[in-house]
């Protein structure tokens, strides 16, 4: 077990150092630092020596890789990939090119806003459609459950940019519930946040029914079920009682990845609502061509995705032992 | 027996769970409806905070982000309409006078040049330029002006500033400069002007205006390369002490660095010296590029606790202005709040009969400023701007062209009125033609579409007629602007409006309309045929293509492109789109890479040479290696004999004629289809009072007024929520979950 | 290189392979008795079929739209233009064989907004009528000829509609295109070698999947620009891991059959083996994946180009469609056509497609068609 967990933590290192090189290659070779010099200086003022002052500013005047003219350790030190990339494996994101912001400071800052709109969804998804998943399941094979799993289908087929608008016109527009867009720190943003959150729960309700459905479908067909059956239980007892409890499992497991994913935000509904979260700040630095702030948030949703893997494989292993010997 | 009690004690066990099971849904579900209720009641659609609405506060927003307050670099109108509210200039417009007019702001008078010829003899009256060879402005500046309440000015024990070596750690507390403890002020003097001169000067700030200060202030250069060597001086020594420059650049004493144009003469007298005449030079003094920049403040944020802390010259503007910033959120929003320290300044009470008319004058001789607080909110998009508008939650709004038919209605002699709708709600609507110029210009130095041979000329004329700006204005502004005879905006001296002013190469007058309209498309083809292009064919015998340049793209972008594509099509010509991202474009525009983009020129105040100077050879964005702002390359020794005889001139007949030569020239050449004057349509409710659109200068928030209790009596009336629809959910909900409780129970 | 891939004879012969290719693949896959069954059990679902149908007909469309030729210009006397100096015929830029066959509409263009089968525009115009300005809709220059109404620059809705159809069809499929190769290449691969190779792609696997999908497309067209081939390039990088990972697990499984380790120890090659027997049996994998992922990349196309990393706007798509439209809602009065029609036409795509996708995956997946 412990072996498990300590051989599960250890391959973390190397996958993070892999996205850093990837990120590397991506942000510095492809695109390379005079690029985005040229880029950040305006029109005016983007002379040679311009360019080069903007790097040297900016810390992108140091050898991409080797720095020959360092001593010691320097010459691996005082290189562009171990200050703006591999920087970044101890939490250090370096300065926006733009606007000179500690990106690290920035992170922590938007991060409490995008968890006030993806949580509430999260959690309210997760309960909302197994309830209504159970629902389903108990009228199994029945009218209703065609319709209800053709609406599913419906549902998923309708873009989120539709949700978006239509919720936006009905909700704020037509009735007047809730502003039609902005944040405010503190106690004042719930007023804010109801829209985003209404839209993406309705958004996610056609996959999240069918799938939840088809879960307990699964475990419905186990022989446990056959057994209480048997021994006379009415049928939503057994749903709700056996086959939740055990179809809820593989659901759990996965929370520790979904809920480090939730800090990420929701770019949509951000970049929608205007709530400055991180997901809107990452598509505010892309129109911005802000690569530092960029590479940063593509490695952070890579370091939270594989620490979140590892809660989950871990999770998993403590669940179900049998997982262990993979 | 044993085993049917065990199979009955199980099913009992499984009716108990059974039992518990359903008070707790039905608790659920109760507790969920409740919970929608609550919600709903509680439901508002005020964007601030609470308490915010029903202040004394002025609400309005900005949805490009701001890069900088540095008043030495900020050049953008965004960025002035907030920094103008916090620094102040030796002059400013009057607010209400037109056409616009200047004033004293923080100098006693408004300085008037004195011209020195060669030997060194006073020039009266208007000498011509050559004959001058030394100008000079004395500058009083006003006593008892004290700065804003600012920690750069706190005195700390020992006498030194309050924050010298601070440490980063014990800022991290306070979320605003304005809430560091210590706080201090002084008075502003004639030292502070030196030093926001002199930093003009420094080549590490890159300000925009630099070259062109440095054509007319004497020893910019000479001080440039001081100031330099001091740089490299002072970054020597921080380096040897371990200081890593890039996060903490150095701060030379710019007090003290000469600058032959800028003679210091007493603490509230300064001359500034020029080294050619350059009437111009009096509006420069009325933008932010003039504002006292107090040295305590550049030190303060050079101090590493002060930049650890995140805190910066740039984003923390310190001034003698009404309003000081107090909370700076780029992508969120700014505040201001009123400067206690602000001089005795006060509202103006001469104005024309029509500013009467408006209740322009009621608050005449008021002390300023009136609002208590300005919020700037960041909004990306125009749509929740004009729905928070109708709302009642800001103050102002544009209309955008979509809202268009709801806002505005004609009235019957044609002009533009609000309305009934709107002006039953309280609005009021002010029309104004802006001094901004938007043109499609052509690249003069592109073997295709350039050169000033007669038959690239008519095929730019061509162009320019195929091209008609008057239904681009109609079909993107709803009518909203001016299609353009020439570069010069109407308003600006030297515009020539009605049937004189007709372009005679690629416009005529339309009597019947008093209007001025395209000439005929036939006559367009005619054109293309002497260029050598008939029906768009060139001499290899394939239609010609045209490329547009444009960087990025947004939806309205691509509309444009749509439509100029379908105007040029009527002369056979293809045009083809190239967009690139802003980097690569600029590179193009640099290196002349280009045929044909659509640019604007923003005034920077009010006068010919501000629009003509982007014709005149010498500022060729190519030939000056991307430093001019003559973007086309246009170069003509015709046009540029013209230009250098008006450039200087006083206004009069004599420089009337020569304007209206340059634009002669410059219709006939053709290096640009003339695009379009955009006029401003803005809607204030009816609670803003004193509101007055200046399109030149931009410190006009101090002057305007609030009525709280009417605008929070509006926003109760537009703002009530439709509660219905939700309840009858909850109803649903209600019904159903206990239809379903009922049916499993049974 | 450019001007080859944008030259007609180059995207026709490539959508002729495409079509060959294709009918290739389903005649072959006739022949086993596995297909055919699965076939059956997809034609007896009458919805399955219709919906089948539907893809058909829009599939139909975006290869009339990935077709096309170049006209020969004429003069106004109808007389062939020809270049002075060569004496060769003169041609225009072309079109597809759509553009063609929409001309009358496409070229039909008015002033701006009108609604559908409208006969005035929708836009209040001032007109001077005896001395007095009013203001009231002008009639249209070609009243009722738009099915669906004009957009803001007076563009026939409709004719866009079926010109996204190519795009939305395009990233459908080609993004799984590309993944396919790969994915299929390097999962069998990885399973069926195992040892240092497994070790090496499952390493690349899970770093790439490891970035968050959205920021790596992002990151993606931020740093090679906006459009269609690179959308789906970068939705192709973006995907394959899924299926290599789903492949990699059943060629695992397959290993372990005994018709494989029959033929090992028969001494086939290794590679005749992955080629006739493992290969052969993940099929329906794939397909089952494309079928599904299919719909998702059209949605997941809308999306993108909302937060501007999807196909630059000179591509007309759904995406952009609703982008332009996702302000008139606010309008007054409101105007809903544009955004109603790419709604529409992307649910007829999507809603088909999932429901399709269904009946095959249950048609395909033997554990899940005993339910």
């Known amino acids: 077990m412990l072996a498990y967990i300590v051989r599960r933590i250890l391959y973390v290192i190397p996958t993070l150092l892999g996205v850093n090189v990837l990120v590397f290659v991506l942000f510095f070779l492809v695109n390379s630092p005079d690029d985005m010099a040229r880029q950040a200086l305006g029109e005016k003022n983007s002379d040679p020596v311009q360019v080069e002052r903007w790097k040297e500013a900016h810390g992108y005047d140091v050898p991409l890789f080797w720095n020959g003219n360092a001593s010691g350790i320097g010459r691996v030190t005082k290189t562009v990939f171990f200050t703006k990339s591999l920087s970044m494996m101890w939490g250090d994101f370096g300065k926006s090119d733009m606007t000179h912001e500690s990106i690290g400071d920035e992170i922590i800052r938007r991060a409490l806003p995008s968890l006030c709109v993806t949580a509430p969804i999260f959690l309210a998804t997760l309960l909302i459609n197994v309830f209504l998943a159970m629902l389903v399941a108990t009228a199994r094979g029945s009218v209703t459950d065609r319709v209800t799993q053709f609406a599913c289908v419906v549902f998923m087929s309708i873009s989120t940019l539709i949700y978006i608008i239509a919720g936006q016109y009905f909700f704020a527009k037509l009735l007047r519930w809730t502003p039609v867009s902005g944040y405010l720190p503190g106690l004042d943003c719930w007023k804010f946040l109801a829209l985003p959150i209404l839209v993406g729960v309705i958004s996610s309700l056609g996959s999240g029914i069918r799938l939840y459905r088809t879960l307990f479908l699964e475990e419905i067909n186990k022989d446990y079920v056959r057994t209480a059956r048997a021994k006379g239980l009415p049928e939503w007892q057994i749903l709700f009682l056996h086959v939740l409890k055990n179809a809820m499992i593989p659901i759990l497991t996965n929370v520790p990845l979904q809920l480090l994913m939730l800090m990420m935000g929701n770019m949509m509904l951000e970049n929608f609502f205007s709530i400055p979260g991180l997901g809107g700040y990452t598509i505010t630095a892309l129109n911005a061509q802000d690569f530092a702030i960029v590479r940063s948030m593509v490695f952070l949703g890579s370091l939270l995705y594989v620490v979140g893997l590892l809660l989950t494989d871990i999770c998993y292993s403590l669940v179900d032992p049998r997982i262990r010997l993979g | ?746 | 290189m450019v001007e080859i891939w944008n030259s007609w004879w180059f995207q026709n012969t490539l959508v002729g392979l495409l079509v060959v290719s294709g009918i290739a693949v389903v005649l072959r896959l006739r022949r086993r008795e596995y297909w055919r069954l699965a076939y059956r059990e997809v034609c007896r679902r009458r919805g399955a079929v219709i919906c089948f149908f539907v893809l058909c007909l829009y599939t139909l469309v975006a290869l009339i739209d990935s077709v096309g030729w170049r006209n020969a210009l004429r003069d106004e006397n109808g007389e062939l233009m020809r270049d002075p100096r060569t004496g060769k015929v003169v041609y225009d830029r072309g079109g597809s064989a759509l553009d063609h066959l929409l001309k009358g509409i496409s070229s039909k263009k008015e002033k701006t907004y009108s609604s559908p089968m409208s006969r005035e525009s929708f836009m209040l115009e001032s007109v001077n009528r005896d001395g007095k300005v009013l203001r009231e809709r002008p009639p249209l220059k070609h009243p009722g000829a738009h099915l669906l109404g004009t957009d803001r620059i007076g563009q026939d809705v409709f004719c866009q509609a079926l010109k996204s159809i190519r795009t939305g069809m395009v990233i459908g499929i080609l993004t799984t295109l590309l993944a396919v190769p790969f994915a299929l290449l390097l999962g069998v691969a990885s399973g069926y070698y195992g040892g240092l190779v497994d070790d090496i792609l499952q390493y690349i696997c899970s770093v790439l999947s490891s970035i968050p999908t959205v920021l790596f497309i992002a990151s993606f067209m931020l740093i090679f620009g906006r459009g269609l081939p690179q959308l789906c390039l970068a939705m192709g990088i973006a995907s394959w891991t899924g299926l290599y990972r789903l492949l990699r697990g059943e060629t695992l499984r397959l290993r372990e059959e005994e018709f494989v380790q029959a033929a090992v120890a028969m001494g086939v090659p290794s590679w005749r083996v992955l080629l006739r027997h493992i290969v052969p049996n993940v099929m329906h994998l794939v397909l089952i994946t494309a079928v599904l992922r299919f719909s998702s990349e059209v949605l997941a196309e809308a999306a993108l180009t909302y937060l501007g990393i999807g196909v630059g706007s000179d591509t007309i798509s759904w995406g952009t469609m609703i982008n332009d439209a996702r302000t008139e809602l606010t309008r007054d009065p409101i105007i809903w056509w544009k955004l109603c029609t790419a709604f529409a036409f992307m649910l007829g795509l999507v809603l088909p497609a999932n429901i399709f996708g269904d009946a095959v995956r249950d048609a395909l997946d033997p554990r899940l068609r005993t339910q």
């Open chain 2, 1 to 746: 027996m044993t085993e049917d009690g065990s199979s009955s004690s199980g099913v009992d066990l499984a009716r108990k769970s059974g039992f518990r099971l359903r008070v707790v849904l039905t608790a659920l579900l109760l507790l969920f409806c409740a919970l929608c209720i609550v919600l709903l009641r509680g439901c508002t659609n005020d964007p601030w905070p609470s308490g915010f609405s029903s202040s004394d506060t002025y609400f309005t927003n900005y949805s490009s982000e701001f890069k900088t307050f540095d008043p030495a670099v900020s050049y953008y109108v965004h960025e002035g309409e907030v920094l103008d509210s916090i620094v102040e200039m030796p002059v400013c417009y009057d607010y209400l006078k037109r056409p616009y007019e200047l004033v004293p702001m923080l100098a006693e008078s408004v300085p008037v040049p004195v011209y020195y010829g060669k030997s060194g003899e006073v020039l009266t009256g208007d000498p011509p330029s050559d004959a001058v060879s030394r100008v000079e402005y004395l500058v009083r500046v006003k006593r008892g002006i004290k700065y804003q309440p600012h920690p750069c000015f706190g005195v700390g024990t020992d006498g030194k500033g309050a924050y010298a070596g601070v440490d980063s750690k014990s800022l991290k507390a306070y979320s605003s400069l304005s809430e560091f403890p210590v706080q201090g002020t002084r008075e502003m003097t004639a030292v502070d002007f030196k030093v926001a001169v002199t930093r003009l000067c420094d080549t590490r700030l890159a300000s925009p205006i630099y070259s062109t200060f440095a054509s007319f202030i004497l020893g910019m250069d000479e001080c440039s390369s001081l100031i330099k060597a001091e740089v490299a001086r002072l970054e020597q020594e921080s380096q040897s002490r371990g200081i890593r420059l890039e996060s903490y650049p150095v701060v030379p004493d710019y007090r003290t660095l000469p600058l032959a144009g800028f003679e210091l003469i007493d603490d509230h007298t300064f001359k500034l010296v020029l080294s050619r005449k350059y009437p111009q030079a009096i509006y420069w003094m009325a933008l932010h590029f003039f504002s006292p920049v107090p040295f305590e403040a550049l030190e303060f944020y050079a101090e590493p606790g002060v930049v650890d802390a995140g805190y910066s010259f740039k984003n923390w503007p310190v001034g003698t202005g009404a309003y000081m910033m107090t909370e700076c959120k780029l992508r969120e929003g700014l505040t201001l709040v009123k400067n206690p320290n602000f001089r005795d300044e006060f509202y103006p009470s001469s104005g024309s009969e029509s500013d009467k008319a408006l209740g322009l004058l009621a608050d005449s001789g008021k002390r300023l400023p009136f609002i208590e607080r300005i919020r700037f909110q960041y909004e990306r998009e125009s749509i929740p701007i004009w729905i928070k508008f109708l709302q009642g939650y800001y103050d102002t709004s544009g209309i955008p062209s979509d809202m268009y038919d709801a806002a505005v209605t004609l009235e019957t002699n044609g002009d533009m009125g609000l309305s009934p709708e709107m002006a039953a709600k309280g609005m009021a609507m002010t029309r104004s033609v802006t001094a901004i110029s938007y043109y499609l210009g052509f690249n003069m130095l592109d073997p295709t579409v350039g050169g000033l041979t007669p038959e690239k000329k008519k095929l730019r004329q061509a162009i320019s007629i195929a091209v008609d700006y008057q239904e681009f204005i109609d079909v993107f502004m709803n009518g909203r602007g001016v299609p353009g005879q020439s570069i010069l905006p109407p308003g600006i001296y030297g515009c020539v409006e009605g049937e004189a002013g007709v372009n005679p190469f690629v416009d005529q007058w339309d009597a019947e309309s008093g209007k001025t309209v395209r000439q005929p498309l036939a006559r367009a083809k005619e054109l293309m045929v002497e260029a050598g292009y008939p029906n768009g064919i060139g001499p290899d015998g394939k239609p010609l293509v045209l490329y547009y340049d444009a960087s990025g793209s947004s939806s309205q972008s691509k509309s444009t492109f749509l439509w100029l594509r379908d105007k040029m099509s009527q002369l056979g010509i293809v045009l083809e789109e190239r967009l690139t991202d802003l980097n690569r474009f600029r590179d193009k525009i640099r290196t002349g890479q280009w045929q044909l983009q659509f640019t604007g020129w923003v005034a920077d105040y009010p006068d010919p040479e501000n629009f003509l100077f982007l014709f005149c050879g010498e500022n060729g964005i190519v030939a000056t290696q991307g430093r001019g702002s003559n973007k086309t390359n246009y170069s003509s020794s015709e046009y540029d004999k013209v230009f250098k005889r008006l450039e200087t001139m006083a206004n009069g007949p004599e420089r009337m004629a020569l304007i209206g030569e340059a634009v002669k020239i410059l219709q006939e050449d053709a290096p640009c289809c003339w695009g379009y004057h955009p006029m401003s349509l803005v809607l204030t409710h009816g609670w803003l009072k004193n509101y007055k659109p200046h399109h030149v200068g931009k410190t006009f928030m101090k002057n305007l007024r609030i009525e709280s209790e009417a605008r929070t009596e509006y926003q109760k009336r537009e703002n009530a929520p439709v509660l219905w629809p939700g309840y009858l959910v909850v109803l649903l909900v209600l019904l159903v979950g206990s239809w379903r409780l009922y049916v499993w129970r049974s």
